[in-house]
């Protein structure tokens, strides 16, 4: 019983690991590429990559809405990658405390101007 209720307690005082990793996928209006553009969040060191996929002449970019989440579609940030299909994936390093929620959805636009396009994927969300 002693076993037993030393065991109880360590499991007690074990810290909980919730967080959870994100990929979402923006979607492509050319033909011959499954997606535009893909981001990911890594919820150990909370680092969001952002892919572009496809040649079609637009930037690939990632909306992000951090915990508190905002209405109507409504987000924190933007990360852009301007690098091309044939580019390298722009990463960047955020500091969000343990625990709190994390959503990305992922689309394509134009990095000179700051216009993103109408074609966006999924949000989806995770927790850092």
Same mark, same amino acid.
């Given at each position: 019983?002693?076993? &037993? ?15 959870? %990793?994100? #990929? ?13 553009? #893909?981001?990911?969040? &890594?919820?150990?060191?909370? #680092?969001?990559?952002?892919? %572009?996929?496809?040649?079609?002449? @637009? ?5 992000? %809405?951090?915990? $508190?989440?905002?209405? !109507?579609?409504?987000? %924190?940030?933007?990360? @852009?990658? $301007? !690098?091309?299909? !044939?580019?390298? $994936? ?29 074609? @966006?994927?999924? @949000? ?5």
């Amino acid at each position: 019983m002693t076993i &037993a209720a030393a065991a109880l307690i360590g499991l007690a005082q074990s810290p909980a690991s919730a967080a959870t %990793d994100v #990929t979402v996928y923006g979607p492509s209006f050319k033909s011959g590429c499954s997606y535009a553009s #893909t981001g990911h969040f &890594a919820s150990y060191g909370e #680092t969001f990559t952002v892919y %572009d996929k496809c040649a079609d002449g @637009w930037s690939a970019v990632v909306k992000v %809405d951090v915990a $508190p989440y905002k209405a !109507n579609g409504g987000y %924190d940030y933007l990360i @852009w990658n $301007p !690098n091309g299909a !044939n580019g390298s $994936p722009v990463s960047v390093n955020k500091s969000i405390a343990e625990g709190v929620g994390v959503c990305l959805q992922a689309g394509s636009g134009e990095y000179s101007t700051g216009e993103t396009g109408g074609g @966006w994927g999924n @949000w989806s969300c995770g927790e850092a």
